[in-house]
Nanobody
């Protein structure tokens, strides 16, 4: 079992930055690949970024490449999503997820947090 709690969401103007954190607990945390997904109102949940157990392999959605950075600190049991140059279309609830494989598919993730809301004003 892995428990995940996101934090760091909020309201920011376009062009601004936010850093999301995902605090993890559970026996299998260190063996888990991690991902960030988001869901905007009326839309399906979509992939944002993922990172391997070691932190050496990272994937990004094309829409955030060059603006967002995923990282993890296994010593602190925390995954981060640094979001720069935010756009109104980045507005969504952001979810942290853990899975046995590094994946871009929400269905491949085994554990989910409850999400944190990011609102980007124009």
């Amino acid at each position: 079992q892995v428990q995940l709690v996101e934090s760091g969401g909020g309201l920011v103007q376009a062009g601004g930055s936010l850093r999301l954190s995902c605090a993890a607990s559970g026996r299998t945390w260190s063996n888990s690949n991690m991902g960030w997904f988001r869901q905007a109102p009326g839309k399906e949940r979509e992939f944002v970024a993922s990172i391997s157990r070691s932190g050496l392999i990272k994937y990004y959605a094309d829409s955030v490449k060059g603006r967002f950075t995923i990282s993890r600190d296994n010593g602190k049991n925390t995954v981060y999503l640094q979001m720069n140059s935010l756009k109104p279309e980045d507005t969504a609830v952001y979810y942290c997820a853990a899975g046995a494989s590094i994946s871009k598919q929400p269905g491949d993730m085994d554990y989910w947090g409850t999400g944190t809301l990011v609102t980007v004003s124009s």
